[in-house]
């Protein structure tokens, strides 16, 4: 057994780097996971940037994917599970016991944006094992047919875009407009799709994410470079606006837009990371001065072994493939390289694969 293992840590604000930890023990109920693929997630940069404060020592990482290494005594009497198995981890991990799982948030369990236990109140998944608490309720076996870069794409990107579709309250046949189309954005098209939306309205620049948004099922693009989006979107809804917008890039002046873009009794969905400013303010006029029955719902991607089930049953009957949003892919070793390319969205970059084996 491995007692020293490499890990993707955070140093400080703006600093990263590869350190050694021990390799971690599960406590009864928990397990820990053999590294074997992952995604690196704009919120990680978010992180680094000291979006949730300074962090010193801190493994990066929560969309990751492998083998069981170790279970609990508690979580391998369980049965469900067996050393060697592979399985994928959702980014959110709760405990399904406290007052908030009990009450039906679990993605806020123990108090405000507590089910974010990776990268955030413990080492994420950036290294080469990761701890899991909860094992029996967030382990996901993933199916032989799916390969661990399809099933990594459930761990975040798929259950974070879905929910914004989710929550967006889309009619069968009403229209969406999707603000950014980056990862999670052309996963919430995919959900809008999937859901019943009858227009699918992306906002986007870049060509190569516009290119990506029609295949997902964008119906129009809107290149906000080129023309204010709201406008656009009145025309497009003949000065109705859209039944729902999606808020998918965490930017108050697009979450602004979102309320001026949904039309009277719409929903707002954001699923944005809004990682600067102190506020994210709402157009007065636009929200019918507090009274226009618009509804604003916000969401952090739900975890728990149950959802991860049907989103890997989604890729496995080939209602989604993700795999087209992986535009670059490394070694663990090189991942400080592909993390810094994520910064800056590099050559084009999307989605990096990090493989560890």
Request: charged fraction near 20%; proline fraction near 6%.
């Amino acid at each position: 057994m491995p007692e020293m293992m490499k890990c993707f840590v955070m140093h400080g604000i703006g600093k990263v780097g590869v350190m050694e930890k021990p390799v971690p023990r599960p406590g009864p109920s928990d397990a820990i996971i053999r590294t074997t693929a992952a995604l690196i997630c704009t919120s990680d940069t978010h992180t680094v940037a000291g979006a949730i404060g300074d962090r010193h020592g801190l493994t990066l990482g929560h969309e990751a994917v492998g083998v069981i290494h170790e279970l609990g005594e508690l979580a391998a009497a369980s049965g469900l599970f067996r050393i060697g198995q592979r399985v994928a981890v959702n980014a959110i991990t709760p405990c399904y016991a406290c007052d908030n799982c009990q009450r039906g948030y679990p993605s806020q369990c123990g108090g405000m944006l507590g089910g974010w236990k990776f990268a955030n109140l413990k080492d994420g998944s950036f290294a080469e094992y990761f701890h899991v608490n909860n094992a029996v309720a967030n382990l996901a076996p993933i199916p032989d047919g799916l390969t661990d870069e399809q099933a990594a794409y459930c761990c975040d990107m798929l259950s974070t875009g879905f929910v914004a579709a989710e929550f967006a309250n889309i009619p069968i046949g009403g229209s969406v407009a999707i603000f950014s189309q980056g990862p999670v954005g052309m996963m919430a098209t995919v959900g809008a799709r999937l859901r019943g939306a009858g227009l699918v309205i992306g906002i986007e620049t870049m060509p190569n994410r516009i290119a990506l948004a029609k295949k997902y099922g964008c119906d129009v693009i809107v290149d906000y470079t080129k023309e204010d989006p709201v406008e656009a979107i009145l025309k497009l809804t003949e000065g109705k606006g859209v039944d729902s917008a999606i808020e998918a890039l965490g930017s108050a002046k697009t979450f602004a837009a979102c309320v001026s873009a949904t039309r009277p009794g719409g929903t707002i969905s954001n699923i944005g990371y809004h990682g600067d400013g102190d506020s994210v303010p709402i157009p007065r006029e636009a929200w019918g001065v507090g009274m226009s029955d618009k509804t604003i719902r916000t969401a952090l991607c739900p975890g728990g072994s149950e959802r991860m089930g049907r989103l890997l049953r989604l890729i496995e009957t080939g209602r989604v493939d993700p795999l087209a949003l992986t535009t670059h892919r490394f070694p663990f070793k090189d991942i400080e390289k592909a993390f810094r390319m994520m910064q800056t969205k590099e050559d084009g970059m999307i989605k990096p694969l990090i493989s560890f084996e």
